[in-house]
């Protein structure tokens, strides 16, 4: 399996290669050189293995020669093991054809542990007997920081640096990360919201004079191991619910589009996915560029779903390179157009191209309501996030099973759900202490200068 980037410049990688570069050398983003398949009889088997073997199943066409079967297997079995539940991603019924799929259940209580648990253990295997320190670098509006640092920390060969920005993450989340100790994390609140962030990561793979300084990787949906990893769990959950003789639709809270992008693979892959729901909050980019195809910022609004209190999804990109016949030179021409003009038209084939998808855009009082109904009426707490996603569901027609992933466990946005729904969701208890626990972060201005100087004094050069 080799893998090429979205912009057409960068050399093809293998698997092992491109997991440990994150973002292409061009600034685009990499995916595999052509989809890979399950046939329907593969499908249909997946329906009695276990998570694990699931994972394994799904994962292995992507991975190539990069690691054997039973190295997969055994690297999946680690990073799950350390979830709470035994099926890892369950499915909650929430009413005739309403369904959750819970992926909160790990170290860190959010979806991003299901890729990143993997990912950690990746980097370590990939590095093993290599010269190579890795210096990853990351953006957060929230989960992926905690859940990266999780999976990274005390890690052989590795230095992470995470940026989120200052006050505009839930006291769970900032706490998750800043309380992690282990010498080798580093965390930097940054003045500025999650755009200004991640576009300080962006610049520092694209900066050769940092880049070519320190070896970088990535923990951010931009790295495809990371994607690839949450392809399992729409497998997972669909054959559960009568794939492949039955479809399924998704409804996916959306913030930088990794997660619902990986459903869409999942349909090239062979999976009967009836619809990809794209659920945002106000900050509604993505609703208006499938809608209307018009892919321009707005200013950020900060609300209380913060990992989607963004205006540029950087997987959005992945999507517009398959659908327009996978040119990377027109790709790179038009996203260097929005880059410096903050506004971007879809082509024809790009907007039509994307009719797998549907969305949605849901306000502050409709995020209540869907809280309020999962709980009165089917018994469920549920986050803001998933909120979203749910409202987004309940609002579409549909005569298949409609799963809505649950992204978050509600204990991390614990005062948003108390005042929908009179509950406060308490902390589990292996992060019960979390607020006794001592605090370590930087606050930095949100300049290329100040951080990457920051990141320059503690990380290891290139051999």
């Known amino acids: 399996m080799r893998y090429v980037s979205t912009r057409g410049a960068a050399p093809a990688l293998d698997f092992r290669d491109v997991t440990l ?11 595999p050189e052509a989809w890979p398949g399950l046939s329907r009889d593969q499908i249909a088997g997946l329906a009695n293995l276990s998570y694990v073997d699931t994972a394994v199943a799904v994962m292995t066409p992507f991975v190539g020669d990069a690691l054997t079967a039973d190295e997969l297997k055994d690297l999946c079995t ?8 035994a099926a890892v991603t369950p499915l909650v019924q929430l009413d005739h054809d309403q369904w959750l799929l819970e992926l909160f259940h790990g170290p860190t209580l959010a979806f991003k542990d299901v890729a990143l648990q993997l990912l950690g253990l990746l980097f370590e295997k990939f590095l093993t007997g290599t010269d190579t320190h890795l210096t990853i670098v990351g953006a957060t509006s929230g989960d992926t920081g905690s859940a990266a640092i999780d999976a990274i920390a005390g890690r052989q060969g590795v230095d992470i640096f995470m940026l989120h920005p200052a006050g505009r993450v839930s006291d769970v989340q900032r706490r998750q990360m800043t309380t992690v100790l282990a010498p080798n994390v580093h965390n930097i609140a ?7 962030a991640q576009a300080l990561v962006k610049r520092m793979f694209n900066d050769p004079g940092f880049s070519g300084t320190f070896a970088l990787s990535a923990v951010n949906s931009i790295n495809w191991a990371r994607l690839m990893a949450q392809v399992v769990y729409y497998f997972y959950a669909a054959v ?9 639709a998704f409804s996916v809270p959306t913030g930088n589009f990794g997660d619902v992008f990986a459903g869409y693979v999942a349909a090239k892959m062979g999976l009967p996915v009836a619809k990809l729901i794209v659920a945002t909050n106000v900050n509604d980019i993505l609703h208006r560029a499938l809608s209307a195809g018009d892919y321009s910022k707005g200013v950020v609004q900060q609300t209380p779903t913060p990992s989607m209190d963004i205006q540029v999804s950087s997987n959005f990109e992945r999507l517009l390179f398959d659908l327009g016949a996978r040119d990377g030179a027109a790709l790179a021409a038009q996203m260097q157009g929005f880059e410096s003009s903050g506004a971007m038209r879809l082509t024809n084939a790009q907007h039509t191209g994307a009719d797998l998808f549907a969305s949605d855009r849901v306000d502050l009082d409709d995020m209540t309501l869907a809280m309020r109904w999962a709980h009165e009426r089917a018994g469920e707490v549920i986050d803001p996030h998933t909120a979203i996603a749910l409202a987004a569901a309940r609002r579409h027609e549909s005569d298949v099973p409609v ?21 406060r969701p308490a902390l589990p208890g292996r ?3 979390l607020f006794d626990r001592e605090e370590r972060f930087a606050s930095l201005p949100g300049t290329f200068e100040a951080v990457t100087a920051y990141i320059a004094a503690r990380a290891v050069p290139r051999g």
């Not at 570069?21 to 995916?31: E, I, V």
């Not at 680690?78 to 539940?85: E, K, L, M, V």
């Not at 940054?190 to 200004?196: K, L, P, R, S």
């Open 78 to 85: 680690r990073a799950y093991g350390r979830f709470s539940h």
């Open 190 to 196: 940054i003045d500025g919201d999650f755009d200004t």
């Open 403 to 423: 799963v809505t992933l649950a992204t978050a466990h509600p204990a991390k946005f614990r005062d948003a759900v108390e005042r929908a729904t009179g509950q």
């Open 240 to 248: 559960r619910l009568g794939a492949p003789d039955r479809a399924v």
């Open 431 to 433: 992060i019960g202490d």
């Open 21 to 31: 570069a994150g973002l292409a050398s061009d600034g685009g983003l990499y995916l």
